[in-house]
Each structure stands twice: as C-alpha cells, then as structure tokens.
C-alpha cells in the first residue's frame, strides 16, 4: 500500500523558514518523480516543485524559485521542502503527491486531484506578518 506522510508544518513569521518532510512507501521510491502541491485557505491547487526519480532534476513554480529547495534522500524514501523568506502568501496546507510511472516536469495550469494518484494527509503552514 502506498503511503505519504507529511510533517513539519507549522506557524512561522514573514521571513522565517521551516523544512517539511514527506515520509514514502510502498513504492519503489528512488525511481518516481516527487511532488509537492499547495491549496491555499480558498483557492485552488498550486503546484510547487517536482524532482524526478532517476536524474534528480528539479523543477519550481516561479512563485518559490529562489526560496524553496526541493530533495530526496533515497536511502531514507524520503523528500523534503526547504522553505526560506516566507511571505504570508505560502500560507497553505502542502501535500506530498505522487503519480508512478510519470516523470518529473513543470505544470502551468492549477492542479486537480486525478493529476496525481497518491496524496499524503497534508501538512499545515501559517506565515504570519
């Protein structure tokens, strides 16, 4: 069975930084193309970042490039979100999602739930000014 857990959300002020973590499994994780989505109190879903399973290529929405840092540790199955000089516009619930057999690229367009087939519980971040 196919697992995501994510973790390290929480509050944090404009400019703070905080490291979310999404735990896998059941899945060969070291080949497939990791993501991570945002819904924001509101609006629809954001794709944030992706990195691919076999070249560990890095892909950013421009609305965090610069800011956030995308990694996996394969050793570990897990993947990680650096986020740095928050704004309170990254206030959001981030989900750690997955579709095997895709590879990693850029989306352009706001994200449904069928572009991916494995989502995590989500993990809640509130950026205050």
């Known amino acids: 069975e196919v697992q995501l857990v994510e973790s390290g959300g929480g509050l944090v002020q404009t400019g703070g930084s905080l490291n979310l973590s999404c735990s896998a499994s059941g899945f060969t994780f070291s080949s497939v193309a990791m993501t991570w989505v945002r819904q924001a109190p509101g609006k629809g879903l954001e794709w944030v970042a992706t990195i691919d399973g076999r070249y560990g290529l890095v892909f950013y929405a421009k609305s965090v490039k610069g800011r956030f840092t995308l990694s996996r540790d394969n050793a570990k199955n897990t993947l990680y979100l650096q986020l740095n000089s928050m704004k309170t516009e990254d206030t959001a619930e981030y989900y750690c999602?997955?579709?095997?057999?895709?590879?990693?690229?850029?989306?352009?367009?706001?994200?449904?739930?069928?572009?991916?087939?494995?989502w995590g519980q989500g993990t809640q971040v509130h950026v205050s000014s």
């Open positions: 999602v997955t579709k095997l057999g895709s590879a990693g690229g850029s989306w352009d367009r706001e994200i449904r739930k069928d572009d991916f087939d494995y």
